[in-house]
Structure formats: structure tokens, C-alpha cells
């Protein structure tokens, strides 16, 4: 249980901070942190990696 559920509250938390990147970045958050929930570190490249004024989604 105790690996299982690490893995499960790191992956919430990188869907959180996602969110909140997101927001910082003009784009909405709810749409990513579903989309971290899926993906997650390689939402979070995409993310990184787009720019302020590009839109991802």
C-alpha cells in the first residue's frame, strides 16, 4: 500500500503544480491539471516548454 499510494499523491501533486504553471501562463488550469492526471511529466514538458504567448490548448 505505502508504494502505491506515494506514487499516487506524487503524481496529484505534479497534476497541481501543473495547474498552477498553467495559470501563470495564461492558459487554463482545470484543462491541465486532466491532462497531468493523463500524462503527467510529459504534460508538464509541454508546458515548460511552450511559451507565455503560444496557446497549447
Not at 486532466?34 to 504567448?53: D, E, M
Amino acid at each position: 500500500m505505502g508504494l502505491l499510494f506515494g506514487y499516487t499523491v506524487g503524481w496529484g501533486t505534479l497534476a497541481l503544480i501543473n495547474a498552477g504553471i498553467a495559470q501563470g501562463k495564461d492558459k487554463k488550469g482545470l484543462d491541465w491539471f486532466l491532462l497531468s492526471l493523463i500524462f503527467g511529466p510529459l504534460a508538464t514538458l509541454v508546458l515548460v516548454a511552450v511559451s507565455k504567448n503560444q496557446k497549447a490548448t
